[in-house]
């Protein structure tokens, strides 16, 4: 940011707004243009953290003029809104919005948008800045970042900044992410990308680096000397809904294993950052990344799952088979557990168990640290019965929060110690006024800061560990387990023969 | 969660720690994670604003919350009301609502003492005119941080004088809080304007137009003239001002350069700049609770405030004083008895 004098880096009361520019959202009219984007612009404004000149155009196929648009923009953004709606707001948020209709390879309209960009730089006053969202299917990439090359609008100039916000699949393997990443990186400049991994946004995410690095009581067990293993786990208790197009040719693994658990586990064990800069913590991501290891034998520590027709939540829900779009003899999977161990000196040894699936018995996100056995215990056996290992638990969703789990004294006269926990809880009334991960992101990409955001090379270096398990797995039928229940027996042998098992979250 | 409330009449200070210990066997897990005790003093007739206020700010930041109220200081036997409340109308929280007839009011830290939270930082907050000289306050004095709002009482730019007169880093006004939103929409103008031209930019110098009788415009046109180090004066608008005081701010920039900020009694400012059309911000009155919770988001000195307090009031050297207050015996009894 340039000198201003009433900026004052002790003043930490006035936000951090982002210079005038332009959202371009390609594929507004998609189910996450509509429920979380155009809500996330909304709540921003809002909160007056948006520029003074602000404009934000659509493009889509429909035939909408300005008015049409700003209408079905207004609606969708009431009704996710998470701040109270004010009209008044909404009003003069709608005096910047714009609409262009056209097909991705329709040159006319490519041309209509550039041109409209450009009489927006001086009728709304952006400067020319503009953060181009696309929120299409990566199979339409190439042909909008042909189109953005071709009129231009991709360029950065010492006067003005171009950014693209990518959302995931960031490809579907090593080879094809590569391919992607080399295109977009052809047409952006790689420090223009911004690749949303909407879990990054998360408060507790953020939280998990202020535990570990702000304070002294937690890194000097931070590693295998008292770990005994970690548990990241990630289960959705909903199906595959609408998207069973999407799901067939992706799977567990590739939806969310690859991108947002490996996420979690390169902040759970990554080496404190020199700084907290957008630099320096990607960096030490990338060596998490590059140093997770698969155990040779796969058939052992690699297990994926689908479900069957089951109850859930006192419903009677179908198998995956069964879902709409899906094939009768489909094997995607959705459920996978992963043993992968991080071959550094902090974590030799220790085990990192990841386990994602849908159609489990609850929502929720959680990374568990599960600490050794104390070596010694003075107690007699039968004191100590109900005492299990220590544990440090961060849930991310829902219920954001930490755990610590440890043992203490039953109260009356004989000596019995039983596991109890302790909990701090951002707490259902506190997230309340936490923002959704969206607005966090989209705030960044304006202001330009990537502390959040994946860099490509950890990209293809999550793709690095998980094409050995696509390979593995390709060919095989994944283990059926009922709906409403936490995953196939097979998930849970595979720790039991290691002599853990999963925690219940 | 259902809310547990308990009304103690004519109480002692030991009671009240024992039903919030009670009470918090009995609550469960709503009550893990405080950070900080907030203090309320308040008068009889604000009590109900003062407690809806802070308990939307305890909805962003876990408190225990504490609301003295002293009334009829000259009542012959002192007497403590307390009710206890946890995850009811005082927000997700304990609070206690304590009720000091008598001289007990002259002694309330007696009661509050006990019932701060461990080791948490403790904010006070005066809903209501606060002591010349807060360490006359016992409350002050056991507060890390203190919050009063100079534009409650009659004349607010001589509240203002007292403030900067007794201030203590630490000391915080809601008049301050106010001028937040303006200040963010003046920044994030001149910021707009060194992006244009890509290089630093100057002020020489600007006026704040609305109702220089107002504390939040009087801090307003100190924080400008302790960031651009000239004069920045309040003057009458042409129209009335708005509740904070504050109508129109002109900048005046290098290269001959001006902007503006105009509310327009929309919630929102129309801004003015060089070379760019213009544009509104959002710029809404926040609700009391809104400014409270916003000062509780961070509880060190304010240095920003304690500049803009000391240009707007002149009295030099605020932000060197000691950060610690003594607490001084004040009796307003003492010179009838004499």
Redesign the interface.
Known sequence: ????????P??????R?P??CALVVFGITGDLARKKLLPAVYDL??R?LL???FALLGFARREWDDAAFAELARDAARKAARTPW?E??WE?LA?GVHFVHGSFDDDNAFDALAERLHELE????I?GNAAFYLSIPPGQFPVVLKQMQRTGMADST??RWRRVVVEKPFGTDLPSSRELNALVDSVFTPEDVFRIDHYLGKETVQNLLALRFANTLFEPVWNGHHVDSVQITMAEDVGIGTRAAFYERTGAARDVLQNHLLQLLALTAMEEPVNFSAEEIRTEKLKVLRAISLPADLSASAVRGQYEQGWLAGQRVPGYRQEEGVAPDSRTETFAAVRFGVETRRWAGVPFYLRAGKRLPRRVTEIALVFERAPHLPFSDTDTEELGNNQLVIRVQPDE?VTLKFGSKVPGSVMEVRDVS??????E??T??SPEAYERLLLDVLLGDATLFPRNSEVEASWAVIDPLEAFWAGSTPHPYRAGEWGPRAADEMLAAEGRRWRRP | MAAAVTTLWDTNGTAVVKELAAQRRTGG??L??VALTLVVVADESRVEEAEEAAAHAA????CRLLVVVRRQLDSPAPRLDAEVTIGGRL??GEAVVMRMYGRLGLHAESVVLPLLAADAPVVAWWHAPPPERLATDALAVIADRRITDSSMGPDPVAALRTRAADYAPGDTDLAW?RS??W??????????V??????????LGGVVEGDPRRASARLLAGW?SA??DCAVDVVDSDRAAGPGGVDTVVLRLDRDEEVRVRADR???AL?TQPH??D??????DRPLGDLL??EL??LDPD??YSEALAAATGVTGLAGRPAVREHEWFDPFQREDA
């Open positions: 940011m340039i000198r201003n004098p009433l900026r004052d002790r003043d930490r009361r006035l936000p707004v210079e005038p404004a809002n007056g520029p003074t000149n004010r008044e707001v003069r005096g001086g009728s709304s006053g400067g010492p006067e929060g302790m909990d701090f809880l951002y707490g009334q506190f309340e006024s | 897990a709503v893990s994670g909805e962003m930041h876990p927000g997700p809080t937040t939103p200040r963010a929409a003046l920044t994030s103008t001149v910021d707009s060194a992006g244009r031209r890509g290089e630093a930019v100057r002020l400008l960031r651009c929309r919630a929102g801004i760019r059309p544009a509104t911000v959002a710029l809404p919770g916003e988001r961070r240095e920003p």
